[in-house]
T-cell receptor, first 110, second 120 residues
Framework: GIQVEQSPPDLILQEGANSTLRCNFS?????LQWFHQNPWGQLINLFY???GTKQNGRLSATTVATERYSLLYISSSQTTDSGVYFC????????????FGTGTRLQVTL | KAGVTQTPRYLIKTRGQQVTLSCSPI?????VSWYQQTPGQGLQFLFE???????NKGNFPGRFSGRQFSNSRSEMNVSTLELGDSALYLC???????????????????FGPGTRLTVL
């Protein structure tokens, strides 16, 4: 099956710093989503981005499908950004089956 | 528009028992998927239902089963619970919008808050 790798696995930032999270996948995908998992376990949708670039406030994401990677940028980080960030992909022909990466655990300190 | 809802939110069972979890998708969403999250295995796909039919299945034993009703609500059942079944169970729904014969054209998935199952 498809492999989804995220880096770095852990990240500690001071409030106000910027960061880039990376997601590499081993095969072609139809869909790619970025999620933020809050401390209560809920997965919050950040981006639905099979290709191209999108921005939402301090967050932006870029997916280069032909090179099989996606990047999530967090600017001016805040303590509320802490949590685990997941990238998940859908292979063609697998309907809605998301394959998740192992996540990046982000801690933003004061 | 209300989000995906899951009940119950927390559950404690003992080994050998069975459990049923419920998921109500976002209104208008026809696809419902289930995932298991554990510290050791991460987030793993269990199965997906669309129009009351199982469309996709992950690598889980037959003790894990599910169904979908005509109103798109879904339930999953785990029989003969084992300690290793302790996990966060997440449900996701999507509109499953297709156009012009293309598959997976727009299929953003939205997750519920999860059911945290503890097996003692």
């Amino acid at each position: 099956g498809i492999q989804v790798e995220q880096s770095p696995p852990d990240l500690i930032l001071q409030e106000g710093a910027n960061s880039t999270l990376r997601c590499n996948f081993s095969d072609s995908v139809n869909n790619l989503q970025w999620f933020h998992q809050n401390p209560w376990g809920q997965l919050i949708n950040l981006f639905y981005i099979p290709s191209g670039t999108k921005q939402n406030g301090r967050l932006s994401a870029t997916t280069v499908a032909t090179e099989r990677y996606s990047l999530l940028y967090i600017s001016s980080s805040q303590t509320t950004d802490s949590g685990v960030y997941f990238c998940a992909v859908v292979r063609p022909g697998t309907a809605s089956k998301l394959t998740f990466g192992t996540g990046t655990r982000l801690q933003v300190t004061l | 528009k209300a989000g995906v809802t899951q009940t119950p939110r927390y559950l404690i069972k003992t080994r050998g028992q069975q459990v049923t979890l419920s998921c109500s998708p976002i209104s208008g969403h026809r696809s419902v998927s289930w995932y298991q999250q554990t510290p050791g295995q991460g987030l793993q796909f269990l199965f997906e239902y669309f129009s009351e039919t199982q469309r996709n299945k992950g690598n889980f034993p037959g003790r894990f089963s599910g169904r979908q009703f005509s109103n798109s609500r879904s339930e999953m059942n785990v029989s003969t619970l084992e300690l290793g079944d302790s996990a966060l169970y997440l449900c996701a729904s999507s509109r499953d919008q297709r156009s012009g014969g293309l598959l997976d054209l727009y299929n953003e998935q939205f997750f519920g808050p999860g059911t945290r199952l503890t097996v003692l």
